[in-house]
């Protein structure tokens, strides 16, 4: 089946600084990618539909500029938490799919993402 | 609203028994796909069913079949023969035809343990 690579599996970093989380489709070619992020015993949550070539679409109540997406190819969309505080502790997980309406969605590993 | 409930927070199950996990819908779009996932502990999100809108059988996969009732707007997953292996998050996921996106939109989850 189709695989979707996600870097880092899992990151620590300091309040106040920036992390980038890649996702890439390794062998299609994904002109949408999604950004979840998932808090500990609760559902994956839609932040963002990252499209190839565009500006992403934000759900609601995501801040644009504190998640920046970035597809810049058919194969990887990056998301940067910038100045991350600890309650964006969390693991953010990407999708991507062949783009029809009875493809399964393929996940990437997840990012656990600590803020200290 | 919420597009899709599931109302079981969690589950048990006797080895080698088969367990029903309910899921509900909400769409008013007549072109939907209704997918399950199953998220292991170590956070991945492993593809289980597929079940369209428009199919007239219900989705079988090995120990996996779907209970798809559309004047009810259910899609119960049924696991025959629980193993132990089968203890995890199950998610439950729609994606919308009119959505040209094609982003999945999750439910709460079920936690389901096995017992041997």
């Known amino acids: 089946g189709a695989v979707v690579s996600q870097h880092p599996s899992r990151v620590i970093c300091k309040s106040g600084t920036s992390v980038k989380i890649e996702c890439r489709s390794l062998?299609?070619?994904?002109?949408?990618m999604f950004w979840y992020r998932q808090f500990p015993k609760q559902s994956l949550m839609l932040m963002a539909t990252s499209n190839e070539g565009s500006k992403a679409t934000y759900e609601q109540g995501v801040e644009k500029d504190k998640f920046l997406i970035n597809h810049a190819s058919l194969t990887l969309s990056t998301l940067t938490v910038t100045s991350a505080h600890p309650e964006d502790s969390s693991f953010y997980i990407c999708?991507?799919?062949?783009?029809?309406?009875?493809?399964?969605?393929?996940f990437g590993q997840g990012t656990r993402l600590t803020v200290v | 609203a919420q597009k899709i409930t599931q109302t079981q927070p969690g589950m048990f199950v006797q080895e080698k028994e088969a367990v029903t996990l309910d899921c509900t819908y909400d769409?008013?779009?007549?072109?939907?796909?209704l997918f399950w996932y199953k998220q292991p502990s170590s956070g991945e999100m492993i593809f289980l069913i597929y079940q369209g809108s428009y199919d007239q059988q219900n989705a079988t996969e090995g120990r996996y079949s779907l209970n798809f009732q559309k004047a009810r707007k259910s899609a119960n997953l049924v696991i025959s023969a629980s193993q132990l292996g089968d203890s995890a998050m199950y998610f439950c996921a729609m994606r919308e035809g009119r959505d040209s996106s094609y982003k999945l939109i999750f439910g709460s989850g079920t936690r389901l343990l096995v017992r041997p």
């Open positions: 062998d299609f070619q994904a002109t949408t």
């Open positions: 999708s991507a799919s062949p783009g029809t309406m009875n493809t399964e969605a393929f």
């Open positions: 769409t008013s779009d007549p072109s939907y796909g």
